[in-house]
Structures are given as structure tokens and as C-alpha cells.
């Protein structure tokens, strides 16, 4: 059977509760009572053993029980005893001794040797008296019950004060037991109507979740984080939706648009004209296979092709590549390539990787700047940094760089040509090698991004 959370923590700190504060009182109170009355037991037989020493010596005195009193050099009724009569060995009473008698108790023969019980209650004990190893005589001793004792009494006396208290601290146990149960209850139950409301695509809290307890705060830290990741996620891929549906819109529309222009005889189908079709198809089968590229890549079927290869000699590679189109727009291009660096890697899509970061730079940098490309062996990673002094990425525009279509400026990346895409290319790549990518800007100063890959492969 299923229960609330409250329920069910109600039930067990009252369960604990019980255990504690009754269960375990009880156990102390039953010991207590067992232990009193063994002690009393064992008290008694003393006494009545020395009593009976006692009435021995009196005995012993005339060798006869002729004029013995009880009460003559001992005491002979200590407590539980009501009665005291001793009896000569024929079982005729010599003298008795009681309580609330004048210390003279009414005596008559003994009718019955040995322990009984009164029908009230009341213990009968007889005491053997023997001198000089003969039996000479009894002590007979009636006893109160152990329950009207002074010890019985004092065990009921702190008894009912035990269950008064066990009572009051029950009642302030199962309060407290309420209130723990709701104060721990609430933040989990909020938590988890917060996580149905998500999943219900409602991600913004209409309530704060606070609690004082550290893995309750945890928790609903952890579901506020789930709600905004997976509002940038919605959001994100509402905007991919609609960025993918955009970017192929925008060249179909113009090829159409220029065609039917030529068809209908509008426009003469020039070659300024027949160019700037072609290079919009040409935007448009460069988005397809970006796309491809990328699908390949965080796919299940992932692409990548591992060799042992000289990352070195890549790098140097497309530093040659790329110095022409650095020098046509007067961008200096630096390569600080460490020799020799060898890693497992799918070099073709690595270069890409490299040479996407490498275009960035080009193109977000002025004539006059400068661009570092560098390769620096770690212990157990090796990193490839793209350093340059273009415009820089503002800080609000950092963390996204990375998402597909994510351009900082739509308007002067469409200018510049810029999808979005090559960045989260070259993180699939670099992720699918194992490695991390990772960049720092200043606007105006320019820009960092840093490759790092592992130099031996995770099987
Ligand atoms: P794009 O094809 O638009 O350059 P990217 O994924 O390569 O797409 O980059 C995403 C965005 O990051 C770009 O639109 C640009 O605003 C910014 N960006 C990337 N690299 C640089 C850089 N080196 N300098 C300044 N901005 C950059």
C-alpha cells in the first residue's frame, strides 16, 4: 500500500517514539520491580535466619523455652513482618509479638508447619530454630504482601510517576514527530510537485523552494537547475527549429526567386546574376553538409576514424593552407607548434576542428591583427590554442558559442557568412576524440580558444 511521505514518516517516528518512551520505561520498570523484590526476598531470609539465631540463644539460655519473650535482645519484627510466633518443637505456641498489638499478638498452637497464605494475602513463613543441631523450636512470621511493602509501595509510587511521564513525553514526542514529518515532508513534496509541473513543461517556480536541511536544499537546487536546463534546452531547440527552417529558406527563396526571374524574362540572366545564384545554392549545400557533418559526428553511428598520426605536421598543414587567405586580408598568422606531437586521433576531422577555430579567427579579425596558432604537449594531454586580437565575444554571448546555428550577431555574421555551425562542429569533433574545447574573450581584444585532447585514447 502506498503512503505520503508525511504518513509514513509519522508512522515511524511514532513508531521510534513508542520504542523509547514506553517500550523501553516499561522494560526498566519490569527490571526494577524484579530486582526489588529479590532483594527484599533476600533481605527477609537474613533476617529471619538471624532472628532465629536469636530465639536459639534465648533457648540456649535455660535449655528450655519456660518465660522466653520475644523482643528480648533482638528486634523481631522488622519490616515486612505483621506477626512473629515462636513455637516450642511440639508446635504449642510460647509467645507471640505484632504489629499494632501492644507488641503482643494473639497466639495458639501451631495447627500447620511450614509457608502458606492467608486469604488475605498475607505470607506465612516458618524458621526453622535449631541449637546445637536439634530443631528446638519455630519462628512462625506473617508477612505482609510484597505490593503493601515499603519497597512495594515506593515501586507503585514511582511507577504511576514513570507512566504520568511517559504519557506527557508521548504526547510532546508524536507533536514533535508531526512537525518533524512536515517541516522534511514539504520541501520533498514541493520538489516533486515542482519535477510534475516540468515535466508538464511549466519550467519557471511559481514558489521558492528553501530549506534548511543540507540534502533537502540539495535536491531542490538540483530541480531548480533540471527546470532551467531544460528551458535553455526547449528554448534552444526552438531556436535550432527555426534557425535550420530559416537558413534554408532564405537561399531557396532567393535561387527560386531568381530563377522565375530569368524564366519570366525580368531579368537578365547575367553572369553578376548567375553568380550570386550559384553562391547562394552553394550557402545552401554548405548548410546541408554542415548539418551532415555534425549529424555524423553526435550521431550514434559516430564517424571517427582513429590513427596514430603526427598532430605536429597537421597543424603546420593548415597553417600553410590558411597563410594565403591570412595575407590577402593582412592578418598575420603565427604558428608555435611543438615538434613532433603524436596522438590517436581521426586527423582529417581533427583538422577541421582546427582549421574551423582558424576561419573564426580570420574572419573575426581585422587587417592589422594577428593570429597565434600553437600546439604544446601536457603531461597526459596535448593543447591546441587559436589565439587572436580580432573583436572579441561578449560575455553574454560566451557560453552559447558552442550551440548549433549560435551566432553571436546574426546580422554581421550573415554578412561575414557565419552559420553558427562551424563551432559546434569542432566541439562534436573534439568531444568525440575525448577531449575538451573551450574559449575566453574580451571584446575589442580578442579571442582564445583551447583544444585539449588526451595523448592516449580511453578504449
Ligand atoms: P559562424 O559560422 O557564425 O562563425 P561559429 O559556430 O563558428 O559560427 O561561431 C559562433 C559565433 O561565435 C559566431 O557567430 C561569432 O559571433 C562567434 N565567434 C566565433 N569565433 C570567434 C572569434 N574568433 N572572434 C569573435 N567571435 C567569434
Known amino acids: 500500500m502506498k503512503r505520503s511521505l508525511r504518513t509514513q514518516m509519522l508512522f515511524q517516528y511514532t513508531a521510534i517514539v513508542i520504542i523509547c518512551m514506553v517500550v523501553i520505561p516499561a522494560a526498566i520498570s519490569r527490571l526494577l520491580d524484579f530486582q526489588m ?58 509467645h507471640s509479638l505484632g504489629r499494632g498489638m501492644g507488641k503482643r499478638a494473639h497466639s495458639k498452637d501451631m495447627e500447620l508447619m511450614g509457608d502458606s497464605m492467608t486469604p488475605h494475602g498475607c505470607r506465612i513463613i516458618d524458621e526453622p530454630i535449631t541449637v546445637g543441631g536439634r530443631v528446638v523450636g519455630h519462628l512462625a512470621f506473617k508477612c505482609m504482601p510484597f505490593n503493601d511493602s515499603r519497597e512495594g509501595v515506593f515501586l507503585r509510587r514511582f511507577n504511576r510517576h514513570l507512566y504520568i511521564a511517559m504519557a506527557f513525553m508521548l504526547v510532546t514526542a508524536v507533536f514533535i514527530a508531526f512537525f518533524m514529518a512536515e517541516r522534511i515532508s514539504r520541501p520533498v513534496l514541493e520538489a516533486a510537485r515542482r519535477a510534475r509541473l516540468i515535466s508538464e513543461g511549466k519550467y519557471r517556480a511559481d514558489t521558492e523552494m528553501n530549506s534548511d ?43 527560386k526567386s531568381h530563377l522565375e526571374a530569368f524564366e519570366d524574362g525580368i531579368w537578365e540572366p547575367t553572369p553578376d546574376r548567375i553568380k550570386l545564384t550559384v553562391s547562394e545554392t552553394d550557402r545552401l549545400s554548405k548548410l546541408i553538409s554542415e548539418v551532415g557533418v555534425l549529424y555524423a559526428i553526435e550521431g550514434e553511428n559516430n564517424s571517427l576514424v582513429f590513427e596514430n598520426a603526427n598532430l605536429s605536421e597537421e597543424l ?54 594577428k593570429v597565434i596558432l600553437s600546439l604544446k604537449s601536457m603531461s597526459s594531454n596535448v593543447e591546441i590554442t587559436v589565439k587572436d586580437s580580432g573583436i572579441g565575444i561578449s560575455k553574454s554571448d560566451l557560453p552559447n558559442i558552442f550551440e548549433r546555428f549560435y551566432r553571436a550577431d546574426k546580422s554581421r555574421a550573415r554578412v561575414s557568412g557565419g552559420m553558427g555551425i562551424g563551432l559546434a562542429i569542432a566541439k562534436a569533433i573534439v568531444e568525440g576524440h575525448g577531449g575538451t574545447i573551450s574559449a575566453e574573450s574580451t571584446e575589442g581584444i580578442g579571442s582564445t580558444f583551447v583544444i585539449t585532447l588526451p595523448k592516449c585514447r580511453k578504449a
Do not use: C
Not at 526547449?234 to 531557396?252: Q, T
Not at 586527423?347 to 579579425?365: C, D, F, H, I, P
Open 316 to 369: 603546420e598543414r593548415s597553417q600553410l593552407t590558411f597563410a594565403p587567405l591570412f595575407a590577402n586580408k593582412e592578418v598575420e598568422l603565427v604558428g608555435d607548434i611543438e615538434p613532433s606531437l603524436t596522438v590517436s586521433a581521426d586527423m582529417g576531422k581533427l583538422r577541421q576542428a582546427v582549421e574551423n577555430l582558424l576561419s573564426n579567427a580570420l574572419r573575426y579579425t581585422d587587417k592589422g591583427g
Open 213 to 255: 536541511i543540507t540534502e533537502i536544499q540539495t535536491l531542490t537546487d538540483s530541480v531548480n537547475k533540471l527546470a532551467s536546463a531544460l528551458e535553455s534546452q526547449e528554448a534552444l531547440r526552438k531556436r535550432l527549429m527555426s534557425d535550420i527552417a530559416h537558413e534554408l529558406r532564405n537561399p531557396v527563396t532567393i535561387v
Open 37 to 94: 523484590r529479590r532483594f527484599a526476598e533476600e533481605k527477609f531470609l537474613e533476617d529471619r535466619q538471624e532472628m532465629a539465631a536469636a530465639a536459639g540463644n534465648l533457648y540456649r539460655f535455660s535449655n528450655s523455652w519456660e518465660g522466653v519473650r520475644l523482643g528480648n535482645g533482638a528486634n523481631f519484627l522488622r519490616w515486612p513482618i505483621i506477626t512473629v510466633t515462636l513455637y516450642d518443637e511440639e508446635g504449642h505456641a510460647v
